[in-house]
């Protein structure tokens, strides 16, 4: 049981370059997200999803981009990338999106923007 | 505006010590409080608290939540090298379709 797969582990980008974080799930789970971890920070929600076709924005949106065209996948992008989304990226799913689902986390990819 | 804190930032203990982690929350429309451990990678999930005063326990790990003082501990006894970690506590909110809001986590070193 693959749980929530993230690829790639660790990037490094040039500011101004653009790339797609991949996540896919195989637990069928309707609820999707992307969050950012940063240092004395927390993790800080970027985008989510409830279900394939409907996306919506977190508290920290700008410079991402997301789609989901199917339950399994819900990918990320950086549009043109800065040296302020220097992160490390969590994918996270549940069930649904409801109190009490927890949520299930990729094991992250460390995003390095120079 | 949702926050959690936890305390303290960082801690360095024994094996064998007992140790205490602390958070406290301010989120309008509560709907649960979450513990997860993370150890490099992703963090997994240890607990989830919806009532106060009921404790749950896993092991050596033990918490319980207080909905009139917002805040929650997270005890574990007879810490081990492998309790290394970051501990990072979730309040779920209404906002965002109930979306996560994380605390900047507690860095606990087991030292043998």
Redesign the interface.
Known sequence: NAG?TQTPKFQVLKTGQSMTLQCAQDMNHE?M?W?RQDP??????IH?S?GAGIT????VPNGYNVSRSTTEDFPLRLLSAAPSQTSVY?CASSRI????E???????TQLSVL | EDK?VQSPLSLVVHEGDTVTLNCSYEVTNF??L?W?KQEK?????LF?L?SSGIEKKSGRLSSILDKKELFSILNITATQTGDSAVY?C?V?ARE??????????TILRVKS
């Open positions: 929530v609820y997200s969050y004395g920070m927390g993790l800080r929600l989510y409830v919506d924005q977190g508290e969590f999106r409801k109190a009490n927890k949520l299930f986390f990729g094991s992250g | 959690v709907r649960s979450l997860y990678k992703a963090p997994t999930f989830m919806t990072l979730a779920e965002y379709g109930n979306k996560l809001v994380f605390g900047a986590g």
